[in-house]
């Protein structure tokens, strides 16, 4: 039997447990209640509908809790769905945790960490090191296992991290290419601009939006945070200003989330780089999913388009 529901492809049949990611009701043409469910393990997660459902199933199959299913997956409007057969509630007997259910970075925390201790010790400005190295200390738990996002890019454990050392590594090949990029000020914005989702999402394995992620958002909140720690480090002048601003613009548009556009070199740069690792994450781990010759499903943060592997992709690979 396959394991893992992104080995599946579509017309298989599944049978086995899943972590539910989140549960959302809703009431049919006909009137009757179904549950929109979210279910994921460790190679990914998939929708399935639970048609007819009862006031029990509302509140039996519910986010973090574990169930076994069976049933096939199917294609509704370009995209993967479970088509649910039987459900239960996982038992304890069933011998499952939620915690082998969870996606994780590919790349261990410790190399991660490693890393970004790494980038900050690069530094020769002392007051974005002492910024920089104040928010990795004081958040390092919860950097080193909080997902980038709740869906679509690095929206696994430790995908804020991942995400932070790629985009180091990008940084660091591109100040080659341009010299004139003042490399501190990139690297403490890169290290710090999603810091704020720290407090915009609930947590790691099943995140969800927290009131104050909800009503002001992970830049405002980072914004703040920033002028808060340089007051009480004692630090003042125009790095600060700069840091602050490299976060506040680092979506790039205001339809994006930006409350400013970048104005700053290294703003600019802060705001590609975060775009590329956003797009090839999500692009890499949808096209995995998939054959040469085939086309990935449709991603709908990258205009809902699908993707062609060609049939080459994997012959000229070292």
Known sequence: MKKGISNHQIGDAFDDFMLIKSSTKGVASNGKPFLTLVLRDATGEIEAKLWEATKEDEQTFIAEELARITGEVNQFRGKAQLKIQS????????????????????????????????????????????????????????????????????????????????MLNLAKELKELYPDLDQDLLYAGIILHDLGKLKELSGAATPSYTLEGKLIGHIPMMVEEIGAVATELGIDGEEVTMLQHMVLSHHGKAEWGSPKPPLIREAEMLHLIDLVDAKMNMLNRSLDKVQPGEFTERLFAMDNRSFYKPLFADQYKE
Do not use: C, W
Not at 121 to 150: C, D, G, S, W
């Open 87 to 166: 459900i239960r509630p996982a038992q304890p007997t069933d011998g499952v945790k939620a915690s082998d259910f969870v996606e994780k970075a590919p790349v261990s925390q410790e190399d991660l960490m490693e890393r970004i201790t790494e980038a900050i010790f690069e530094m020769k400005n002392p007051n974005l090191q002492r910024i920089t190295r104040h928010f990795v200390k004081m958040y390092q738990e919860a950097l080193l296992t909080y997902p980038a996002a709740v869906k679509n890019h690095h929206e696994y454990v430790s995908g804020l991290a991942h995400h932070i050392v790629s």
